[in-house]
């Protein structure tokens, strides 16, 4: 009974190609989250939606898209990879926007030839 | 723009002391804190969340104090484990906006 799960758990790809990873949560949420780990574990926040709706976008490329097709799924789909997208992403997911706790799902690793 | 420091960047202890990790901010009109644990290879766990009217909480072993006006969080853990053995990580969500800003931990070791 994984409260956040995400997949794949590895991802190993080549330059150019387009990906997706995929999140869900089983906890009732209305707001889910992705997350960037650089190589020096530096935690950055990409999206955020609420209830399917994008809340937090921040400064990242557009050859990432994320997409809810409800509120208990938030996939994110990479185009034309690049070196540089070699990280964990980590899906989360909390009751609200604001106030409350985060859970997080397992990451996936993702490594780019 | 806040900013998040953690020190210190790791910590190297024997069982059974007690420890203080400690969590600075720049911008003090923040909504909440919060301290998670992250295993190696891992996902984070939420360990404590202090909303900013807050002056702490605690959960076991584990107690985390707010100072606002001072732009300082820290965890303290008492009687520490081989078991507590992990990256601490604290987020910051500032008010308005509710992005988080993490810092970038502070790598624990307990040896027994």
């Known amino acids: 009974d994984t409260a956040v799960s995400q997949t794949p758990k590895y991802l190993v790809t080549q330059m150019g190609n387009d990906k997706s990873i995929k999140c869900e949560q089983n906890?009732?949420?209305?707001?889910m989250y992705w997350y960037k780990q650089d190589s020096k574990k530096f935690l950055k926040i990409m999206f955020s939606?609420?209830?399917?709706?994008?809340?937090i976008n921040e400064t990242v490329p557009n050859r990432f898209s994320p997409k809810s097709p409800d509120k208990a799924h938030l996939n994110l789909h990479i185009n034309s990879l690049e070196l540089g997208d070699s990280a964990v992403y980590f899906c989360?997911?909390?009751?609200?926007?604001?106030?409350?706790?985060?859970?997080f799902g397992p990451g996936t690793r993702l490594l780019v030839l | 723009k806040q900013e998040v420091t953690q020190i210190p960047a790791a910590l190297s202890v024997p069982e059974g002391e007690n420890l203080v990790l400690n969590c600075s901010f720049t911008?003090?009109?923040?909504?909440?804190l919060q301290w998670f644990r992250q295993d190696p290879g891992k996902g984070l766990t939420s360990l404590l969340l202090?909303?900013?009217?807050?002056r702490e909480q605690t959960s076991g072993r584990l107690n985390a104090s707010l100072d606002k006006s001072s732009g300082r969080s820290t965890l303290y853990i008492a009687a520490s484990q081989p078991g507590d053995s992990a990256t601490y990580l604290c987020?910051?969500?500032?008010?308005?906006?509710?992005?988080?800003?993490f810092g970038r931990g502070t790598s624990l070791i307990v040896h027994p």
């Open positions: 989360a997911s909390s009751q609200g926007s604001g106030q409350e706790t985060q859970y």
């Open positions: 906890l009732g949420h209305d707001t």
């Open positions: 939606y609420n209830n399917k709706e994008l809340i």
């Open positions: 911008d003090s009109a923040i909504y909440n």
């Open positions: 202090i909303q900013s009217s807050q």
């Open positions: 987020a910051v969500r500032t008010g308005g906006s509710y992005i988080p800003t």
